[in-house]
């Protein structure tokens, strides 16, 4: 069993900030709590007065973006709330992200109670929307930024797509299979240009490839099998761990040794299968520091967060 490190907090997103604080978001009493390691201690918590639907850390500055009906900015540091809020969704958001330069946010219409906002807009941090684009049929489930008007988009319904703000018009789209089992979530590396998606399939043995794309034409690079039917599993969240992938599966088994905590990693260059984090319940959110030193997965169950040292894992 891989060592790792436990966080009691049931939190429901989770991000590290850029100087290597965990933030965690999300479940009854609603709140925004700080931890910092080597202990992770709970340093700061500030109550929140709605449901947190989504959570992103700026990737050049201590602050964080929280999704809810609007979304707001926050110290990192100090948790208190920045001036400007990112308006006009009409119901709760499905998802948030930052460009790589920390200048603009990218926000996706959600649906967790009521019907989904179908748009993707684009913000600067004074609040000020600069574009929009008519988007997926269903929730955003995942925003990921390639530059600061071209969004990588996973919904419930379409699929994964690529969104040019600029141009306002969608780029690219990877459809969701016909199956009741939609694609799994993504990671994108800004720098290379490439993203890195669970796709179901249907019909075969894979129930899960892993596929390299091109994240500003959707061209495919690659494909690899990830898991099998026998697997019995879903993908909750990617992650990128320096050469390497990080994947949370949660187990469809009934059994609780087959229902262990499992984070893949898997090779970014030949989608080889490497180690398996493993902790005390099945995971689901992971969170990566910037340094890649650190991999933060929630545990369901409301049994915490593990947080894994990957120095060792990863030879760093």
């Known amino acids: 069993m891989t060592n790792h490190q436990r966080i009691a907090d049931a939190g429901r997103h989770i991000v590290f900030a850029a100087d290597g604080a965990l933030l965690v978001s999300g479940k009854w009493p609603e709140g925004l709590t700080r931890y910092v390691g080597p202990t992770w201690d709970a340093v700061k918590r500030v109550a929140l007065r709605d449901l947190t639907c989504a959570l992103a850390a700026s990737p050049t500055a201590l602050e964080v973006c929280l999704g809810m009906k609007t979304a707001m900015f926050f110290d990192a540091h100090s948790l208190k709330k920045r001036p400007g809020s990112l308006k006009g969704h009409k119901y709760q958001l499905g998802a948030v992200a930052y460009a790589p330069d920390g200048l603009r946010v990218f926000t996706g219409g959600g649906g967790h109670i009521t019907p989904p906002d179908h748009t993707i807009r684009l913000f600067d941090r004074a609040g000020i929307e600069l574009a929009r684009v008519p988007g997926p049929a269903g929730e955003v489930r995942r925003l990921g930024a390639l530059d600061d008007t071209f969004v990588v988009a996973l919904d419930t319904t379409e699929g994964l797509a690529g969104y040019d703000m600029a ?15 939609p694609h799994g979530p993504f990671a994108l590396d800004a720098a290379e240009g490439r993203v890195y998606a669970a796709l179901h399939e249907d019909g075969g043995d894979s129930a899960y490839v892993l596929a390299v794309l091109d ?78 030193r650190l991999l933060a997965a929630t545990m369901q169950g409301d049994l915490g967060i593990a947080v894994f040292d990957m120095r060792g894992v990863l030879g760093a």
């Open 167 to 181: 141009a306002d018009r969608r780029r690219w789209l990877v459809p969701q299979p016909e199956s009741v089992i």
């Open 215 to 292: 994240a500003r034409t959707g061209d495919e690079l690659s494909r690899t099998p990830l898991f099998t039917w026998a697997d019995r599993g879903h993908i909750d969240d990617v992650v990128l761990v320096g050469s390497s992938i990080a994947i949370s599966m949660g187990q469809n088994a009934g059994s609780a040794a087959a229902r262990k905590a499992r984070v893949h990693l898997f090779d970014r260059a030949t989608g080889a299968r490497g180690e398996i984090l493993e902790a005390t319940e099945q995971t689901g959110r992971l969170a990566v520091s910037p340094d890649g």
